[in-house]
């Protein structure tokens, strides 16, 4: 079944240091991808998403790639801040499905 | 405020008691979908209706129940509380099924005492 494996956390960065989340999917077909990212408190907003190979969804200094041939949706910011401070999704969806299909998240800290 | 409106906040309750979460989706989205998110079991999708039709069935216990009225509201039943039941309940919505990303909800805080 559709599945998506997503980095273990929690990830600790400095201020302006680069940011990488690994993410991989299973699913037959071409599903969309996306990143969603969650506040302290607050349910999950949407990052940025692909909807074909080889897209590049990108959003507020975020970016991922969807990249067929490796399976993978791997979230990248070349300079975190305090305020990314966040719990990082990584979801699919079948384009024509009902139903998400979300990674444990990713717990990521920014210390000044 | 992402559009989609969850009530209440926070509800604590008893174990074997019934409670009922509310989604008014966002305006114009047909599709509303339920979630249930815990500590150790993450993100788990509970059920998708879509204009008023049950769409999508996920991992919902059978003690659950769901439903979209007319107005596109939906609601969510959990009755026979256990403790394990508690856990953050997200609604989302979307315009239509698939493939084009949630808008979600602040969520509905459930404490099983």
């Known amino acids: 079944g559709d599945s998506v494996t997503q980095m273990e956390g929690p990830v600790t960065l400095s201020e302006e240091a680069f940011l990488t989340i690994n993410c991989t999917y299973t699913?037959?077909?071409?599903?969309?991808l996306f990143w969603y990212v969650q506040y302290p408190g607050e349910g999950l907003q949407l990052l940025l998403k692909a909807t074909k190979a080889d897209d590049k969804g990108s959003n507020k200094g975020f970016e991922a790639t969807y990249r067929k041939e490796t399976t993978s949706f791997h979230l990248e910011k070349g300079s975190v801040q305090v305020s990314d401070s966040a719990v990082y999704f990584c979801a699919l969806s079948r384009n024509t499905g009902n139903q998400f299909y979300f990674g444990t998240g990713t717990s990521l800290t920014v210390i000044p | 405020d992402s559009g989609v409106t969850q009530t209440p906040k926070h509800l604590i309750t008893a174990t074997g008691q019934r409670v009922t979460l509310r989604c008014s989706p966002r305006s114009g989205d047909l599709s509303v979908y339920w979630y249930q998110q815990s500590l150790d079991q993450g993100l788990q999708f509970l059920i998708q209706?879509?204009?008023?039709?049950?769409?999508a069935k996920g991992n919902i216990l059978e003690r659950f129940s769901a439903q979209q009225f007319p107005d596109l509201h939906s609601e969510l039943n959990l009755s026979s509380l256990e403790l394990g039941d508690s856990a953050l309940y997200f609604c989302?919505?979307?315009?239509?099924?698939?493939?084009?990303?949630?808008?979600f909800g602040s969520g509905t805080r459930l404490t099983v005492v």
């Open positions: 989302a919505s979307s315009p239509r099924q698939g493939g084009w990303g949630y808008t």
């Open positions: 699913a037959t077909g071409y599903p969309s």
């Open positions: 209706y879509y204009n008023g039709e049950e769409r």
